[in-house]
């Protein structure tokens, strides 16, 4: 398999997740985050580690037969989301542009897709790049998760109640953090 064809592998894997995040299909990310992890199991070191269904409590919960908090299978599924994106640029070659003639047909919407897209990849790079000491690489995984579900909203009173949890959060990550986050976090919320 040559790499394109891993990325493209990869990137189908990142749709249906994006997918569930924007329906909100805790079942459907419940088969889709197995399904992924029996995949990528040998391509991502650790990639159940901060998983909230693979947490240790869940675990023992399930095996006695008392779940009495929901396991949260939408953020662990903006986790698995971006440990592909990294996997995708780990082993991506440059694509180099087949088509002479620029596409120049967009529409509104489309464009705000695009703005959103690009404020996302560059609080992504803001992020990576806050040194461990500051937030340590599992921290970075976490927000990352917290980030991508809140990119999957639709309704306004449900991004604003992700954006609540994620300030809390961030409350005592320390000011590196805020400073990387807070702009994605605005332009969401202005675009509800």
Known sequence: MSNQDKVSFIQSFVDRIDAAIAANDVDGAKRLQSEIISTFASDIPNITSQLDARAGYHVYRQLNGKIDTPIKYIEDLGILRNRLVKLQLDIKEPIKETSSTPLISLTQI????????????????????????????????????????????????????????ILKWLADKGVDVAIAVLPYLLSILKNS
Not at 120 to 148: C, N, R
């Open 110 to 165: 489309q464009n705000q897709t695009t703005n959103i897209q690009i404020d996302f990849d560059i609080t992504v790079s803001a992020i990576e790049k806050i040194p461990d000491s500051s937030l340590s690489q599992e921290d970075k995984e976490i927000l990352l998760g917290k980030l991508t579900s809140l990119k999957g909203c639709s309704d306004k009173k449900t991004k604003w109640d992700k954006c609540k949890g």
